[in-house]
């Protein structure tokens, strides 16, 4: 498969397909006029442009007022990104590096950075020939651009720096050699096109979302379980309570329910209890307002990467360059923080039903196993799910309610949306393992209701868990069986 860079609009689910099908990507014939024409313009400017301008002809930062010689103006954008590669801490997974690289190229086509084609194009085959420079997490506030991970992400243009390639880290410029591909002598304002930018933030926001959606649609159906399981009742399902108060997730939340048990045995059999706990009564006003705030952060973050946020901005038709602000994090910082708390409170409901199971009501034994005293059975998975809910509860203090002015107070407010960006995945991450361990316990429980069925995709999904994950009698070693349930949650096809 090969997509296309083009000015066209690109969803996340395109994103996705390009990732997951390994798709090659290529610059269409409209971004090539556009990246080619806006360098045309930005170097006939340098003869005449008879002023300072931000980034092109000055320095950087609180250097704004420093003018540079013509003669220098390459050493300038080399030195900006060796200077700027100041990045530490852990480094960002390889998946979403490739991402940055894809919003880099997409970012850079738009003909409104100044960029070379043959940088754009270097970005381009880095993505199609899985070469990934080391990007680190920690380094960027989210102001003026990610300009600690984009210096890194840059680097290997100019020979410099480290990739990963064909799973060993090595430098840039040894495979540069394999490649025969010679580092690129940056021109006036690329350093800037390159660095400034939100693709850290994008990478890490696309990401997020994209396995958001998946556990969202996962915590519906292992809530169902657990419903069954725990002889739950479909009253807070059924859409006569939604219409009352129709917020879209909650009335989705209620319908999908409906067709998740639709068949079921469980359901419909006859209830002692009047009510159940609020973690499942309430599940479609919860899950409801995740869904909710996911696809509002998935607007969010769509319109980002169809942006070009870099600084200053050059417009060829209009014959201007103008130093703004579109690099700044904030209008994804936010939303992402947003997600971070939706994410975590589905983790948090979780926990609840996990609890809910194993509390040895409603004829479910105690920690589901049969001889508990000299079995703890299902203890521990359930300290192990709270623990991580509060780690999350941790990790969603927004980090967009923080600022620290740098560069001499030139870049006075910023968004650290970097940061926002990194703990989103560490929150998304918890989910699934939280979600995994309400599954683990589900299934368990649902045995116990034997000889009774639930519906036929429950059924389905059960049958398919159990391949991978056995009924436990007595207590074994359980680490293995949660990591399996895990990577249960990465299969798609009842989603």
Same mark, same amino acid.
């Given at each position: ?44 400017? =340098? ?153 850290? =933030? ?294």
């Amino acid at each position: 498969m090969i997509h296309r860079i083009s000015p066209k609009h690109i969803t996340l689910e395109n994103l996705k397909e390009i990732i997951d099908s390994h798709a090659r990507i290529e610059l269409s014939p409209e971004s090539v006029e556009a990246i080619v024409k806006c360098r045309k313009y930005l170097d006939s400017k =340098m003869d005449d442009i008879g002023r300072p301008v931000y980034g092109v002809t000055t320095g950087f930062g609180s250097l704004y007022n420093v003018t540079i010689p013509k003669e220098d103006l390459s050493q300038l954008q080399h030195n900006l990104v060796m200077s700027h590669a100041c990045g530490t801490g852990e480094t960002v997974r390889p998946e979403i590096v490739k991402i940055m690289l894809l919003l880099k190229v997409q970012n850079l086509s738009y003909g409104h950075s100044g960029a070379q084609l043959v940088t754009v194009q270097r970005l381009v085959d880095m993505f199609n020939n899985d070469i990934l420079p080391v990007v680190y997490q920690q380094g960027s506030l989210g102001a003026s651009g990610d300009l600690a991970p984009l210096a890194h992400l840059s680097l290997p243009l100019i020979g410099l720096g480290e990739v990963l390639y064909k799973g060993a880290v090595r430098p840039a410029a040894e495979v540069w050699k394999e490649f025969g591909w010679e580092p690129i002598r940056l021109q006036s304002k690329e350093g800037l096109a390159l660095l400034n930018g939100t693709q850290f =933030m994008s990478a890490h926001a696309v990401w997020s979302v994209l396995k958001s959606m998946r556990l969202s649609r996962w915590a519906d159906l292992i809530g169902a379980m657990s419903l069954e399981a725990y002889d739950g009742r479909i009253e807070p399902f059924l859409p006569l309570t939604h219409l009352l108060r129709p917020h879209g997730g909650q009335i989705e939340t209620g319908k999908r329910f409906m067709e998740i048990l639709e068949g079921s045995e469980l359901i419909q059999r006859p209830k002692e209890h009047v009510q159940d706990p609020y973690s499942f009564r309430c599940i479609p006003q919860v899950h409801g307002a995740v869904k909710d705030n996911i696809n509002y952060v998935k607007s969010v973050i769509e319109n980002e990467i169809n942006s070009a946020t870099d600084n200053p901005n050059v417009f060829p038709d209009e014959d201007m360059v103008i130093s703004a602000g579109n690099f700044h994090g904030e209008p994804i910082a936010i939303p992402m923080d947003s997600l971070a708390i939706a994410m975590s409170e589905l983790s948090s409901i979780s926990e609840r039903r996990t609890y809910q199971l194993i509390h040895g009501l409603r004829g479910l034994p105690k920690y589901l196993v049969a001889k508990s005293g000299l079995n703890s059975g299902f203890m521990i998975p359930q300290y192990t799910a709270a623990s991580i809910v509060s780690q999350n509860k941790g990790l969603c203090w927004p980090a967009s309610c923080d600022s620290i002015p740098s560069s001499q107070g030139q870049e006075d407010h910023v968004s650290m949306g970097s940061n926002a960006a990194t703990k989103l995945v560490r929150v998304v991450d918890n989910v699934e393992r939280v979600l995994a361990i309400e599954l683990f316990n589900a299934a368990q429980a649902l045995e116990f209701r034997r000889p009774a069925k639930s519906s036929p995709l429950l059924e389905r999904i059960f049958a398919d868990y159990r391949k991978e994950v056995p009924f436990i009698d007595v207590d074994t070693y359980m680490h293995p069986l949660i990591e399996k349930s895990i990577t249960f949650l990465r299969n798609e096809q009842y989603i």
